[in-house]
């Protein structure tokens, strides 16, 4: 059966770092374009950070430079380090493929940025 499980996720002041984890559960999403989407209450999902396979990287404009995504396949496991994290990155962060399977979605991981 396949799951999602994402992890990482707390209150950090503006500034700080976080580090997300999304373990998979088995190879499918070792496969498969994956990528970190969040969800602000009232607002629809994004797509935050992509990563292929191979290691190919795409971010969403609001957190280049910021925010790395990248993939452990042989752990089946995903990661999106934060870094200098800002009021507007507060959101629930989910892992899923690129495109997104909807019937995949986790319950996600709360990360607050807050003074």
């Known amino acids: 059966q396949v799951q999602l499980v994402e992890s990482g996720g707390g209150l950090v002041q503006p500034g700080g770092s976080l580090k997300l984890s999304c373990a998979t559960s088995g190879r499918l999403f070792s496969i498969i374009p994956m990528g970190w989407y969040r969800q602000t209450r009232g607002k629809e999902r994004e797509l935050v950070a992509t990563i292929t396979p191979g290691g190919t990287t795409n971010y969403v404009d609001s957190v280049k430079g910021r925010f790395t995504i990248s993939r452990d396949n042989a752990k089946n496991t995903m990661y999106l380090q934060m870094n200098s994290l800002k009021p507007e990155d507060t959101a629930v962060y989910y892992c899923?493929?690129?495109?997104?399977?909807?019937?995949?979605w986790g319950q996600g991981t709360q990360v607050t940025v807050s003074s």
């Open positions: 899923n493929g690129n495109p997104p399977w909807d019937q995949y």
